[in-house]
């Protein structure tokens, strides 16, 4: 594949890079990590990152394409696009409209003629019961979405289904949400193999089984876990609020980009 002049992330909270270790006061996450590589292919290379956490898919749809658009060069140019997570997690979610919607922006970004990479997501989770039975079915009705637009607009898929990992808990943060720094490596260098650049094998390395927790440590994190995550996550939905009200993308304008030890 040929060597990309610029990259463009858009989305959410995955793609800012959430979770991920702090560089130079901001999340650096995968889309950075990726940067890095493409970068050392091409000393005029420049990144944009329109990313923010809690964005819904229309927000990403409307907001982040209409901005990113003015900024490709051409087929020269990567665009990254993982968005409708957040619309899924929504106890007013309407897949038809979802769907549409995402079709919409995928569209969009076609006809700049950009390179186009899009995500499915992991649609099972530990657990059983009425609550992990609706995640399956409505994240894996979104990845069936996510490869026929892809497939129809020419779009390349990072496919969940290829990264088992990413369903152990170990690449996840306490929130048992985001990436940890661990996790968003794994998935920088996935991206970076399916673009045929420069990667470490090993992201494909499962790790031996976690030790047993005991009935208590397990209740405890769970408890642990509702009242520092869920809890106020649910009080956010409730009042109308998102993570990411009042906060601008990381890098929202091209700038030249330096790998990062």
């Avoid at 997690?89 to 006809?111: F, M, V």
């Avoid at 650049?197 to 209740?219: E, G, M, T, V």
Wanted: proline letters at 5%.
């Amino acid at each position: 594949m040929a060597n990309f002049s610029r990259f463009i992330a858009l989305g959410d909270s995955m793609t800012e890079g959430m979770c991920d270790e702090i560089v130079d006061g901001k999340y650096r996450g995968w889309a950075d990590r990726v940067a890095d590589t493409l970068a050392s292919e091409d000393p005029n290379f420049s990144y944009v990152n329109l990313a923010i956490r809690g964005k819904l898919l229309t927000q990403v749809v409307d907001e982040q394409i209409p901005a990113a658009t003015k900024y490709v060069t051409g087929p020269d140019t990567l665009i990254s696009f993982h968005a409708g997570a957040n619309d899924v997690l929504r106890p007013t979610y309407i897949p038809e409209l979802a769907y549409a919607k995402y079709e919409l922006g995928i569209s969009d970004l076609a006809k700049t003629s950009a390179t186009i990479l899009v995500f499915t997501v992991i649609d099972r989770v530990d657990g059983k019961g009425r609550t992990a039975q609706m995640w399956h079915e409505r994240f894996s009705s979104f990845n069936v979405n996510v490869r026929r637009v892809a497939e129809k607009y020419g779009a390349i898929v990072i496919e969940a289904d290829s990264a088992k990992w990413m369903a152990d808990l170990r690449f996840l943060a306490s929130d048992r949400l985001h990436l940890n720094p661990d996790g968003h490596w794994r998935l920088s260098q996935a991206v970076l193999e399916k673009l045929d650049k420069k990667s470490d094998a090993s992201w494909k390395i499962l790790l031996p089984p976690a030790p047993k927790k005991s009935w208590l440590r397990k209740k405890s994190e769970k408890l642990f876990w509702i009242i520092i995550f869920v809890l106020p996550w649910i009080w956010r939905r409730l009042r109308g609020k998102s993570t990411g009200d009042g906060r601008s993308a990381k890098y929202e304008t091209p700038i030249a980009w330096k790998p990062k030890p």
